[in-house]
Nanobody
Framework: QVPLVESGGGLVQAGGSLRLSCAAS????????MGWFRQAPGKEREFVAA????????YYADSVKGRFTGSRDNAKNTVYLQMNNLKPEDRAVYYC??????????????????????WGQGTQVTVSS
């Protein structure tokens, strides 16, 4: 088990910024490829960003590319999602997810929910227009 705890959500005006954090427990955090997903009311959970084990490889949904940046600090067992120029359509509950790839130097990324092993409880992001 890899408990994941998201934080950093809140209410922000359109054009503003937030930084989400996802803290993990355990000694093998650097073995995990990480992902960020979001779920808006009445919609399915969708992919936002993926970060490889070292953080050197990232991938983003088209809807957030150029505005959101994923990163990680393996020494702190934490992954981040910096969200800039937020739009009302970014309003959702944001979840982090972890997939064990059993390697610290993997470039592995996945956008598929089914591929992730562990999920956090989510943090709400609301953007006012």
């Amino acid at each position: 088990q890899v408990p994941l705890v998201e934080s950093g959500g809140g209410l922000v005006q359109a054009g503003g910024s937030l930084r989400l954090s996802c803290a993990a427990s355990g000694r093998t955090f650097s073995w995990y490829a990480m992902g960020w997903f979001r779920q808006a009311p009445g919609k399915e959970r969708e992919f936002v960003a993926a970060i490889s084990t070292s953080g050197g490889n990232t991938y983003y949904a088209d809807s957030v590319k150029g505005r959101f940046t994923g990163s990680r600090d393996n020494a702190k067992n934490t992954v981040y999602l910096q969200m800039n120029n937020l739009k009302p359509e970014d309003r959702a509950v944001y979840y982090c997810a972890a997939k064990n790839v059993y390697s610290t130097g993997s470039d592995y990324l996945t956008t598929q929910r089914k591929d992730y092993d562990y999920w956090g409880q989510g943090t709400q992001v609301t953007v006012s227009s």
